[in-house]
């Protein structure tokens, strides 16, 4: 019986070998992509949209998702690096890559005629192996040591945008995290980043407390006000428009006057309302018109308007302020403290920082650079390091860099695939190979050559030096603590553990079956999807 007969026309199937092969080849190539970004020495990608708008990046993540990528396995792959970027922040390229080599590697046992599910059983074997040995061999830090956390934070960010500054912006993002940081506890959510273009990267800067890209809305307002007393409120302090809002039919001239009248005087004895609470900065969520600017100006309230629900929330953590949703409701202890509020120019236009005094339960990293790429680019290495040095007070664990614990871990699961009986072990030393892959990557990525690093690394390792791994400031094979390059324990981890289940889930697979979308991704006759990575052309 055909396909045909039971499954409708419109269904493609690839079965067996081909399926395995057909996705083992899209991962290797999702691999192959994000490959020559790692590392401070890998390269950015450019990539351009379909409306033309540009991202120039470094960052695994953003790379595999910009891609639009079709084919069903290589999603797979991306979701691996989407699942790192959630959980720690950073690492997205490593574990994409270790899926697609564990993957690579697979095929060279499918060769050999081992059943994918051993693969797969060796694999796990190997993974939960690797995760034990992981944990033992990372090295415990006390959470307030702010000088591994910086070094945390410049390994992230060593040859992305950041890089020149790395310095300022580890002491930033410490601090940073430090700052949010409650009872052990550390929400990104209370880390705002905001970006203005002109001035240089260097002129980033964190402001305890929150930056609005807003200016007060009329100058008459004063420009800085010490001592704010904050209110928020989510309604708007505007006239109704008579015409649109409400359904009463007026006759006369002086009956609209009238009507006018009435809602001047309610925003009068609104804003005198506001005011008599000793409110002298105000943040509001919707409109606040020509008129009740004016009143606010008088009064010398400092007033901002159509202010996002986020940023609303975020004021209110940092100066301890409630949202007003109905004013007849307030009293004066619904509004927030800040230090100090101001408005301060930038290249083009002005802003708003509510400042706290050192701490702040929000902590804001204002980004400059010269254009949208740069800022942008700055941001997703922010981002990386954040995460990182968040991961590693969370979890107090921090393992060496430049390939070197990939090279420990590898080495020692290879002495235990010794002791393993059966066909899995051949998976399981597969496994061990595959983590070089990224030691030879970093070495490559640099113009060096793989093979000799990758010989030197595992020399060393062989003699008991376990931090020993490739310093990529001096090009050369050393101690990874003492030159400082120094990782979270948590990337590595789920690095791993979300590599092996792709891996697995993908060796597993032995038949795809596609509903025929309308134009796009259907199979040719060799069983390949011939558009799957079509945004590559
Ligand atoms: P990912 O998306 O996986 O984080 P990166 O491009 O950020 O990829 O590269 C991370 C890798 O670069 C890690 O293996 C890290 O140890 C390594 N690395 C960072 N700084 C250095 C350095 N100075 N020398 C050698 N390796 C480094
Ligand atoms: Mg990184």
Redesign the pocket.
Request: with cysteine; proline share 4%.
């Given at each position: 019986m055909k396909t045909g007969e039971i499954m409708p026309e419109s269904i493609n199937r690839v079965i067996g070998k081909d399926a395995q092969r057909n996705n083992i080849f899209a991962a290797k190539m999702i691999s192959e992509v994000?490959k020559t970004?790692?590392?401070?020495?890998?390269m950015d990608k450019m990539l351009v949209s379909d409306n033309g708008d540009i991202i120039v990046t470094?960052?695994?993540?953003t790379i595999l998702t910009e891609m639009q990528i079709e084919h069903p396995a290589a999603k797979m792959m991306v979701e691996i690096?989407k699942t790192?970027e959630s959980e720690v922040g950073?690492?997205?390229?490593?574990?994409?890559?270790l899926a697609g080599k564990l993957l690579e590697n697979a095929e060279r046992l499918l060769d050999q005629k081992i059943h994918p599910t051993i693969i797969s059983k060796g694999y796990r074997i190997a993974s939960e192996k690797v995760q034990e040995i992981l944990k033992d061999i990372s090295i415990e830090i006390t959470s307030d040591n702010e000088n591994v956390l910086r070094q945390i934070a410049?390994?992230?960010m060593?040859?992305?945008g950041a890089e020149d500054s790395k310095e300022t912006f580890a002491d930033i993002l410490v601090k940073c995290v430090k700052g949010v940081q409650e009872d052990g506890k550390i929400d990104m959510n209370n880390i705002k980043i905001e970006k203005v273009i002109g001035e240089k990267i260097q002129d980033t800067e964190l402001i305890p407390g929150v930056v609005l890209l807003k200016e007060r809305i009329s100058k008459d307002m004063p420009p800085k006000i010490s001592d704010a007393r904050v209110l928020l409120i989510d309604f708007p302090l505007e006239l109704k428009n008579p015409e649109i809002e409400t359904k009463i039919s007026i006759s006369s001239h002086s009956e609209l006057q009238n009507l006018i009248n009435e809602e001047e005087n309610a925003i009068k004895e609104m804003v005198e309302k506001i005011s008599s609470t000793g409110c002298n900065a105000l943040f509001c969520q919707k409109g606040i018109d020509d008129f009740a600017k004016y009143l606010l100006a008088k009064k010398g309230i400092y007033a901002c308007r159509r202010v996002g629900r986020n940023d609303l929330e975020k004021i209110s953590k940092a100066t301890n302020s409630r949202i007003i949703s109905n004013l007849s409701e307030i009293a004066s202890k619904d509004l927030g403290y800040a230090k100090k509020i101001e408005e301060v120019k930038q290249t083009d236009d002005y802003v708003t920082y509510i400042k706290e005094e050192e701490n702040s339960k929000i902590m804001t990293i204002l980004i400059r650079g010269g254009t949208v790429h740069v800022v942008d680019e700055i941001e997703r290495a922010i981002m990386?390091g954040l995460g990182d040095i968040s991961s590693a007070i969370n979890t107090k664990l921090v393992v060496?860099?430049?390939?070197?614990?990939?090279a420990e871990l590898s080495k020692r699961l290879k002495e235990f695939s010794s002791k393993i009986t059966g066909r899995e072990r051949l998976a399981v030393y597969e496994f061990a190979n595959a983590l070089e892959f990224?030691?030879t990557t970093?070495a490559e990525n640099?113009g060096l050559d793989p093979i000799d690093i990758l010989t030197e690394i595992k020399r060393r390792h062989d003699t008991g030096e376990i931090n020993a791994?490739?310093?990529?400031?001096t090009n050369k094979v050393e101690n990874?603590l003492e030159?400082k390059?120094?990782?979270p324990y948590k990337?590595k981890s789920q690095?791993i553990s979300s590599a092996t289940d792709v891996a697995t889930m993908i060796l597993r697979i032995d038949d795809i079956i596609l509903s025929k979308p309308q134009n796009k991704g259907k199979m040719n006759d060799t069983g390949n999807m011939p558009d799957f990575m079509s945004s590559l052309n």
């Open positions: 994000v970004t790692l590392g401070p020495r890998g470094n960052d695994g993540v690096a790192q950073d690492g997205t390229t490593t574990s994409v890559m410049m390994t992230a060593t040859g992305k990386d060496c860099g430049g390939g070197a614990i990939e990224i030691p970093l640099a791994g490739l310093n990529l400031f990874m030159a390059i120094i990782e990337i690095a």
